[in-house]
């Protein structure tokens, strides 16, 4: 029943996303934005870590309070019965983010409850030099075919992984899962940054 109901929203964002793909800027959006969400953290700096875990329509927490140049470890771990994604970004940057995604489905490497990996090296081969290739978050990370930003993770159900960021300063950011479908239920939370 999940998984139907998964197939139903992936095929209405389709529509959604072949209508944000027109626009000749959102592609944009996101290499601009990538300095200003911050960068990748050393362990040695981490002040905390912060457990999250990921839902078929939400997160626990719901939103994050962090210092402004803080080092946080993210422990992640998908609760769902779903693929799920937990991605740190501006708004843009998700947006940017969504064809994406929703080509790793089309091409079979994001299936409902898997990341299929022999079907992200065939993706991998047919991108090429295209802007879909040189990834939303401004780190490549479609070149392989598959999901490897510093600041976003990609699991399957059961699975947990890791993210070390530094955050920056005066930033809108939100967390969210970028899987198509999930943004648009909902699947976000605020973060906020503090002195």
Do not use: Q
């Amino acid at each position: 029943m999940i998984l139907s109901k998964f197939r139903g929203l992936a095929a209405a964002c389709t529509v959604l996303v072949l209508g944000l793909s027109a626009h000749n800027s959102f592609a944009d959006a996101g290499h601009k934005d990538a300095s200003k969400i911050g960068k990748p953290g050393k362990a040695n700096e981490v002040t905390r870590t912060i457990n999250v875990k990921m839902f078929d329509s939400y997160y626990e927490p719901k939103s994050l309070s962090i210092k402004e140049g803080e080092t946080v470890r993210f422990v992640v771990h998908n609760a769902g019965e779903l693929v799920h994604e937990f991605n740190i970004a501006t708004h843009e940057m998700h947006m940017a983010h969504a064809p994406e995604m929703m080509k790793m489905m089309e091409s079979g490497v994001l299936e409902a409850d898997r990341i299929n990996r022999d079907a992200g090296k065939a993706m991998s081969g047919s991108m090429g030099n295209s802007s879909m290739g040189k990834g939303a978050m401004g780190h490549g990370s479609m070149m392989s075919g598959m999901h490897d930003d510093p600041n976003s993770v990609l699991l399957e159900p059961g699975k947990s992984g890791e993210i070390i960021w530094t955050f920056p300063k005066h930033a809108k950011l939100e967390f969210a899962c970028n899987v198509p479908g999930h943004y648009d239920a909902g699947m976000k939370g605020m973060i906020k940054l503090s002195h």
